[in-house]
């Protein structure tokens, strides 16, 4: 993969892209036969998701990727991160699904974690710095935030409905979106890791009644689309965040500091 990634930044997200879809694919299957869904999905985004921290840290991609914290002057730039708490919020007054057990609920936590990571890293970390190597920022933004957003299409295949999958596309697109301009200001993954697993958690353990998808997924896409509009404008403003080698790393690639929109 480092060799992939060395010819061609842009493949190698797409192969870690269709890796994880096939694994996903293959987890499912297996957690159906087994009778219970999950089982051996979230076991395998876990080992993968260990599988990908060892390959970018052994490499000194960890900063470069976006896997840091935030710094202090981020927080104000994003208003604290507060919409991305509300978009949370918002899924709470469905209800709690009381058919889930223990072990579902579990098996939930686990693979949200999972999920949250991984697909921060490889569309927001790999695909965005590939592609903003080659065209900048703003193309990297719209390009991997769209691309995360038709990406959710593979849910038909987990029992998703055609218009429980529409939704989930136009409101996977708009977070995908939001989420882009975050890393293009802060240099950082994380606070979209930590949205991504909590939405995901709080939706898939809440009920799902299309009525209800719907009124969330527009409070939804009116926190992205005015939260989306101040983060242009505080991008405008700083331009965007640099990206960086790990310190102990710094020599690894030049393209580490390259990539600013000029």
């Not at 509300?86 to 999972?114: E, S, T």
């Not at 949205?195 to 009124?215: F, K, W």
Request: charge should be positive; glycine fraction near 10%.
């Amino acid at each position: 993969m480092k060799n992939l990634r060395e010819r061609s930044p842009i493949w190698h997200a797409v192969a870690w892209i269709i890796l994880l879809i096939l694994l996903v694919g293959a987890g499912d299957a297996a957690s159906t036969a087994l009778g219970r869904t999950n089982t051996v999905t979230a076991p395998a985004l876990v080992v993968l998701s260990v599988v990908l921290v060892l390959y970018v840290r052994a490499n000194g991609w960890l900063g470069y990727y976006g896997v840091r914290a935030p710094r202090r002057p981020d927080y104000r730039a994003t208003l604290y991160f507060l919409p991305l708490l509300a978009m949370v919020l918002l899924q709470l007054p469905k209800g709690f699904d009381h058919q889930l057990d223990a072990l579902d609920i579990a098996l939930v936590v686990v693979l949200m974690l999972c999920v949250g990571f991984l697909e921060e890293l490889i569309f927001r970390g790999f695909l965005y710095q590939a592609i903003r190597e080659r065209r900048g920022a703003n193309r990297a933004i719209v390009i991997s935030g769209v691309t995360f957003g038709i990406g959710h299409i593979v849910n038909l295949a987990r029992g998703y409905t055609g218009e429980q999958q529409l939704l989930q596309i136009t409101v996977a697109v708009a977070i995908g979106l939001v989420l882009a301009l975050l890393v293009a200001l802060t240099g950082s993954i994380m606070p979209g890791v930590v949205l991504h697993i909590l939405i995901n958690i709080s939706g898939d353990l809440t009920t799902m009644d299309l009525q209800q998808e719907l009124y969330v997924s527009t409070g939804v896409l009116v926190i992205c689309v005015v939260y989306g509009l101040w983060l242009v404008r505080q991008l405008r403003r700083r331009g965007p965040a640099d990206a960086f080698a790990d310190a102990s790393n710094r020599g690894d690639r030049h393209s580490a500091v390259s990539g600013r929109d000029t």
